[in-house]
């Protein structure tokens, strides 16, 4: 950690470094200063601008992008640094920006000629400053540098008098509003050489480029910028030095962090002094009233809760039995018809008498509450058994589906289907043995007319794939139910598994199972034919009865003997 | 009592904004994300402003060089050296069908009939006011902003009948009215720390409020009354945030890279229930601390010639770690601990099946010429995974796809700008059908139905932008700073 925060800030410096050296001004506002400080005159400022647009931008083009939908055109820096450099009197260097700027071809020639015509004037009024050395100039950043070289070709000699230019339209960038190049109508008087004044700003010839129209009259340029507090080049905000916009910068951002500062604190006291939100995300409880009795019985401890109902453990007055008494949620008693379905399935489970179901010993109602009064079991889930166990051996495995299977041929066998198979509802003893709960109490949380089974109330792991999309749910889901019990017992997951409930499903109708190639946990492959049975999608291809599968399980038992 | 009121409100909404846009199928009821993610608009995807960039499909942080810049890379900003203001309208009209809708109800389903319903709306989307000055010697951009992020507007009313496979056909009406928005108050600077590199932030100050209205009803066809009810709530959310970038630029090729902090706003609403089946109720107003992840956009802006650009962003949103905080959770064993949920899904925030998401922009833009009138065409693409892959049925996440095409044009200091996108998603999901399910402690058997989803989404963006003198601002901010010349 500590290596990684020392390597960011090694970085950082190294970009700050990198920023401090460099100039960071892009090259378009570079050119736009440069054309801002020729306009008044500052042809020393004007040339480093023009000079620091040549090495950071592109090469002189008709029309260059600068940012957004902004484009200059007429994009020729060599033509304003050879004005300037003519104003400053340094031929040689003002010859070979001209020589470039006609290389680009830019610039229309008559505007090239005109400070041909200029430059020839200057030459031959200063003869001594003929053959000096210019720098090099590099153009457009990344492109080749191009040597300003003194071998300008010379020009034809000219009548040191006034020129007449042809006028042509004014160059602005439409959008960028970038002053162009001003257009030469008047005549440019040839200025005379002072020797010693090439490097310091003069005062501009008279008007060298003045407006087309009524032309205003160019500011008197001043020895430096900084003697008479004149604006920065770049024509930014107007500050000198840019050191006052520090400062205000410096302020604003204090202000805006004082707020946010002041606002962050007031929203956390004020979240401090409330209460704490509450959310509860699941579970809700089945509120009974009457000072814990419902009907005979005298409510204890809760034993567990689920979608539908609250499952109590209760004692019988009359003779101190203990029972689970299993009471619906409030709020599935919205449902007018709820009632009558859940002491009609109540009275169908009573009529199950099997060693392997679990059973109703009693339904009933007290001031509006129905209740199924259960046999109480000591033992476990065998969802809990399998997240102990993880998965189970086979013959365990086998003989607790044997069970299952004695306990739906039994309710099959009577017209009732569970519909709701589930590691959940089957309850292993401490004895071993097994029990299944809840038949056909699921089937009660439905409505008339849209009535069914509540096997999407949790995650439909076991739900057989006709569920959806089946117009009649038979036995035989069940024993797809089973099928998947079977595959988790032996792999200790079940085979669809998602995140989404809806996606478990469409992996039910859609997911072929495992290869028994592929399986994890090693299966024989008799036992493997019998989960492939089970778990068909077409449940035609299923046992057609638990009591078919009886016949299968007892086999694969028989064989581990 | 008062828990009890929040819970079954927070489910109240959740089955409700099911009910409308079709999402509730998760094991945890209390589905409060979707009041947002689902209800609210079909994209969950927050991107940048501007007609320009919507043009492009979105996919600006490499360019980000106009006055939407700080949307999308606020160090774009660097770029400009003359002041802008910016005016962005967008308009929309989306349109969604449902089809084979079946309840899940295997004992007897039930076949409801087809519905489709469309809206439109229209407002500001953005508007900015943008400042470079000089400081160093370096170009320095100020913005201040205001970008409607997300629009919760949405009207729908809807009709359709249901015929089990035996007993009564059943009748169903759904109805919905929801106005507002969640937005964002700028303040955004940028540096040009080198010709190649610029620096930039924003700090954005997210407000949203939206007002949401229904009516549900289901009842037997031929009987006059069934279940009814309907829900009303008002929702609030503020909160702070940072936004950094940094943008590089090559001759032929721009690189961005845009950082949006973490933060943690408060979310607070109140509702008004009414119905047949439960007494009328209006519980004071509650408050939770929402947090919203940190996210992160790559993107890269490829120049061919002076005149194209060829540009790609990756966004990539953590919805996994978007939770509610201090909330009270109840464990398996029946005893509660305070923790924090996730906002979509509202499983417990280290159990959140909720994904993260990554979505692909692409987008290009020509200039062309009309004497030195420059004027752009622009096309693009996008796919935006949204955060609700849990309601979905098949397999995948929840993906919209979209195509945007655009104009625009420069006018002396005008520009102006012209985008549309069309986007479309379709899938299976969870549709809520019985407004007796904000009471049942999970949804019954034919209270939910699958349905087959269309949902096409019409966007128009319409940019504005005005550029102007520099000597302007500069006249401002000597007068506000530094005082008249000579003093």
């Known amino acids: 950690m500590r290596g990684r925060t020392l390597l960011l800030a090694v970085a950082l410096a190294a970009v700050l470094q990198a920023g401090v050296a460099s100039a960071a001004v892009q090259w378009y506002e570079h050119y736009e200063a440069g054309l801002a400080a020729e306009e008044q005159g500052r042809w020393e400022e004007a040339v480093g601008h023009f000079r620091a647009a040549l090495r950071l931008g592109p090469r002189p083009r008709a029309r260059v992008a600068t940012y957004g939908q902004n484009f200059l055109f007429d994009y020729d820096p060599f033509l304003h640094l050879a004005h300037c450099l003519i104003e400053l009197e340094r031929p040689d260097e003002a010859a070979e920006a001209l020589r470039q700027s006609e290389r680009f071809r830019v610039s229309p020639r008559p505007r090239l000629h005109a400070l041909r015509v200029r430059l020839e004037g200057l030459r031959s009024a200063s003869p001594a400053d003929a053959g000096q050395k210019v720098p090099t100039v590099p153009v457009g950043g990344d492109d080749e540098p191009v040597e300003m070289s003194p071998s300008a070709p010379a020009a034809e000699p000219v009548e040191p008098s006034r020129t007449a230019q042809e006028p042509e339209p004014a160059a602005t960038a439409p959008g960028g509003g970038m002053p162009g190049p001003r257009q030469s109508v008047s005549p440019t008087p040839v200025p005379v050489a002072v020797p010693g004044r090439a490097t310091r700003d003069t005062p501009p010839s008279p008007a060298p480029f003045v407006e087309s129209e009524a032309a205003p009259p160019v500011p008197a340029p001043v020895a430096t910028r900084e003697a008479a507090g004149e604006a920065s080049p770049s024509g930014g905000a107007g500050f000198p030095g840019g050191a006052p916009v520090m400062a205000a910068a410096v302020v604003v951002a204090a202000v805006v962090a004082a707020i946010a500062l002041v606002v962050l604190v007031r929203t956390r006291r004020r979240a401090a002094g409330e209460t704490p939100a509450t959310l509860v995300v699941r579970g809700e409880t089945t509120q009974v009233g009457g000072g814990g009795r419902l009907g005979p019985y005298v409510l204890g401890t809760t034993q567990g809760r689920g979608g539908m109902a609250t499952t109590y453990r209760a004692t019988r007055s009359a003779d101190a039995a203990t029972v689970a008494l299993k009471v619906p949620h409030e709020s599935c008693l919205v449902d007018e018809g709820f009632r009558t379905r859940f002491m009609r399935e109540g009275e169908l489970g009573r009529a199950l008498h099997h060693p392997n179901i679990v059973r109703i010993h009693d339904v009933g109602e007290d001031r509006g509450r129905p209740y199924l009064a259960m046999e109480l079991l000591e033992g476990r889930t065998l969802k809990q058994e399998l997240r102990e166990a993880g998965r189970l051996p086979e013959r365990r495995a086998l003989e607790i589906v044997r069970a299952i299977a004695e306990a739906l041929d039994y309710a099959h066998a009577k017209g009732v289907i569970h519909r709701d198979l589930k590691p959940e509802n089957i309850m292993v003893l401490a004895s071993g043995a097994i029990k299944v709960m809840d038949f056909g109490i699921a089937r009660v949380a439905g409505q008339p007319g849209l009535t069914g089974t509540n096997l999407f109330l949790g995650t439909p792991l076991y739900a057989a794939p006709e569920s959806v999309d089946a117009r009649h749910v038979d036995h035989r889901a069940d024993l797809y139910s089973l099928g998947i019990i079977l595959f988790e017992l032996l792999q200790g997951t079940a085979p669809f598994v998602s995140e989404s409930p809806f996606r478990v499903l469409e992996m039910h109708m859609h997911a072929p199972l495992p290869t028994l190639s592929s399986l994890p946990q090693p299966v024989r492959p008799a036992v493997w034919a019998v989960v492939e049975k089970l778990c068909a999608k077409d449940r035609q291809a299923r046992y057609d009865s638990a009591a078919s599968l009886l016949v299968d399980v007892n086999r694969l038992l028989h064989d581990l003997q | ?487």
């Open chain 2, 1 to 487: 009592m008062k828990g009890r009121w929040r819970r079954m409100l927070l489910r109240l909404a959740a089955a409700l904004a099911a009910g409308v846009s079709g999402a509730n199928g998760q094991e945890g009821p209390l589905d409060l994300g979707l009041v947002i993610a689902q209800q609210s608009r079909p994209s969950f995807s927050i991107i940048g402003a501007g007609a320009r960039a919507a043009g492009m499909g979105g996919a600006f942080t490499a360019l980000a060089d106009d006055a939407s810049a700080a949307s999308f890379n606020p160090a774009g900003l660097a770029l400009l050296i003359r002041p802008e203001v910016s005016a962005v309208f967008a308009a929309r009209r989306l349109e969604r069908s449902d089809r084979d809708v079946v309840g899940l109800d295997p004992g007897n389903p039930v076949r409801y009939s087809d519905t489709r319903v469309s809206f439109s709306t229209g407002d500001v989307n953005f508007a900015s006011f943008t400042v470079p000055v000089e400081a160093w010697r370096r170009n320095l951009c100020l913005q201040l902003s205001y970008h409607r992020v997300i629009d919760l507007e949405q009207v729908s009313d809807r009709r359709f009948s249901g015929t089990p496979a035996a007993g009564q056909p059943v009748e169903v009406r759904q109805r919905i009215d929801q106005h507002g928005d969640i937005h964002a108050l700028s303040v955004a600077a940028a540096y040009q720390l080198t010709p190649r590199m610029s620096l930039g932030t924003s700090l954005n100050r997210w407000r949203g409020q939206w007002d949401f209205a229904s009516l549900n009803e289901l009842r037997a066809s031929g009987e006059a009354t069934g279940a009814v009810l309907s829900y009303s709530q008002d929702t609030a959310i503020e909160g702070w945030s940072w936004n950094f970038g940094v943008l590089l630029r090559y001759p032929r090729l721009d690189v961005g890279f845009v950082y949006r902090t973490p933060y943690d706003a408060t979310l607070t609403y109140k509702a008004r229930v009414r119905g047949s089946f439960l007494p009328a109720a209006e519980p004071p107003r509650e408050a939770l601390s929402l947090h919203w992840p940190s996210s992160w956009t790559a993107g890269v802006a490829f120049k061919p010639t002076e005149t194209w650009r060829i540009t790609a962003d990756y966004y990539r949103y953590y919805w996994s770690k978007m939770d509610i905080r201090g909330v009270e959770i109840e464990r398996e064993d029946g005893t509660k601990r305070v923790g924090s949920v996730n906002f979509f899904d509202l499983h417990p925030s280290t159990e959140t099946g909720t994904l993260d998401a990554g979505n692909w922009h692409l987008g290009s833009e020509l200039t062309l010429f009309a004497g030195r009138t420059p004027f752009q065409l622009r096309v693009g693409y996008f796919q935006d995974q949204q955060p609700q892959g849990l309601v979905a049925v098949e397999r995948g996440r929840q993906l919209d796809e979209g195509f945007s095409g655009g104009v625009g044009v420069k006018l002396g200091p005008f520009a102006v700008d012209l985008a549309y996108q069309r986007l479309k998603s379709a899938r299976r999901q969870v549709q809520f059908i019985d407004p007796r399910i904000v009471v049942t402690e999970e949804p019954l058997p034919g209270q939910i139905a699958l349905a087959r989803r269309t949902v096409r989404e019409h966007r128009l963006f319409l940019s504005l932008l005005y550029q102007f003198s520099r000597a302007t601002t500069d006249r401002a901010l000597r007068y506000l700073f530094v005082g008249p010349a000579g003093e």
